[in-house]
């Protein structure tokens, strides 16, 4: 039988569907399972951006430039300004998803066997880009302690080799709700302009910021115009995860040239999602507030019922949907592998996130889990007693 790839083997499944079968199962014996393992919103996409695709006339459906639809491009470059980041429509590569853009940025900067630097716990599919890149990650610790901050300057140092070519950071963090500070971002400067490193920000996360926190961009970073990559999605800004929309966006001259290669292999990003994401940039600021109102609900729900249970604690995540919580127990994958297949309290049972995933570094977060707050406050209350239930009664419990 002919033989698949040594990288096909090596390549991560996700450690945030693994459990789908558990819950498949879970589901077919009637047991109601509350989904915290996943970053899919349930809020409603824009009503404009529905509107856009029903009025599509074209009698095909063409592909589009490579680095994406010119009035798009135009229009988010008025987004972008009204966050203060200042760019050109020629500075902008439209993706399909902001993970395209990430394998795009992976690609046009590293060579197999270079190395990129992310602050562990981080969101999961980074693991799989760097396989596709033939790169490797180098995790740096930062502690649940600390709410999850920038690790200290110090550990920085330890990890950069001769083979690291950039820091990866997401801002906020997803998994851990982390919100990068205007301090924490002038020390990531710091350490890229002494080690001539790219600095790559995933930002998708942008608007979600609480407790009136405001985000700050690596586009804000003076003198950094050669070494920024900024990744961005409509996903969860629109909650339009299924358009496949994203953006790569560097002042680069040499690293656009490279990524755009990359994005005409592929020849176009998704057209009409791009059409459904040109229309959402007419969002009502309303829409805003009131998902930033209820998120903000949610987190407060989360965080307050995680922090009452005897054992259990979680740090106040100021952005993204996420929290990671520390429990009372052996092991994570073990634990939400039986909240599925062996628990259930009033026939309802929970489905998260073992941390294990988030990390790179083999034993760390056997005892975390990711919360997503993507349910409405009356079921997340629900899921939390759902919790606070199992953790009296699992075996692995360790108080
Ligand atoms: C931090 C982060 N980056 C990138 C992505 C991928 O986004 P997209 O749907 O735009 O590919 C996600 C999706 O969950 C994410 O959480």
Not at 116 to 128: K, M, T
Not at 159 to 166: D, H, L, M, Y
Not at 172 to 201: C, M, Q, R
Not at 204 to 215: A, L, N, P, Q, T
């Amino acid at each position: 039988m002919p033989k698949i790839s040594e990288k096909g083997k090596k390549m991560p499944a996700s450690p945030i569907r693994k459990l789908v079968p558990f819950a498949e199962a879970a589901k077919k014996r009637g047991v109601k399972v509350y989904h915290l393992n996943i970053g899919q919103p349930d809020i409603k996409t824009p009503e404009i951006a529905i509107e856009a695709i029903r009025n599509f006339q074209d009698k095909l459906v063409a592909y589009s430039h490579s680095a994406g639809y010119i009035s798009y491009r135009e229009k988010l470059v008025d987004y972008y300004a009204k966050n203060n980041i200042h760019i050109s429509a020629d500075q902008i590569i439209v993706a399909t998803g902001a993970s395209e853009a990430l394998l795009f940025t992976m690609q046009s900067i590293m060579d197999p066997g270079d190395e990129v630097i992310i602050p562990e716990p981080f969101y999961a599919n980074y693991n799989g880009f760097a396989t596709n890149a033939g790169i490797n990650v180098v995790p740096i610790f930062s502690a649940i302690e600390t709410g999850f901050a920038l690790p200290p300057i110090a550990e920085f140092e330890k990890a950069i080799t001769p083979r690291t070519k950039a820091i990866l950071v997401c801002n906020p963090n997803n998994p851990t709700g982390y919100l990068y500070s205007e301090e924490e971002l002038k020390v990531l400067k710091e350490i890229v302009i002494k080690h001539d490193l790219f600095l790559i920000a995933d930002e998708v996360y942008r608007e979600f910021c609480y407790d009136g926190r405001k985000h700050h961009s690596v586009m804000h970073l003076d003198g950094l115009d050669d070494n920024t990559i900024l990744i961005d999605s409509v996903s969860k800004r629109y909650s339009m995860c299924g358009v496949r929309i994203g953006v790569m966006i560097t002042k680069n001259k040499e690293v656009y040239a490279s990524a755009i290669k990359f994005a005409q292999a592929r020849l176009s990003p998704p057209s009409l999602g791009q059409i459904a994401a040109e229309a959402a940039l007419d969002t009502d600021s309303e829409y805003f507030s009131e998902v930033l109102a209820e998120y903000h609900k949610r987190r407060n729900t989360v965080y307050e019922s995680i922090n009452r249970i005897k054992g259990a604690f979680c740090p106040k995540p100021s952005g993204a949907f996420y929290v990671v919580a520390r429990l009372p127990i052996d092991n994570s994958d073990k634990f939400c592998q039986w909240l599925l297949e062996d628990f259930n309290y009033n026939n309802e049972t929970v489905m998260m996130a073992p941390a294990t995933g988030f990390y790179s570094t083999p034993g760390r977060g056997l005892n975390e889990v990711r919360i997503s707050y993507v349910l409405n406050v009356k079921d997340l209350n629900s899921a939390m007693n759902v919790l606070e239930q199992a953790l009296k009664v699992y075996p692995g419990r360790t108080i």
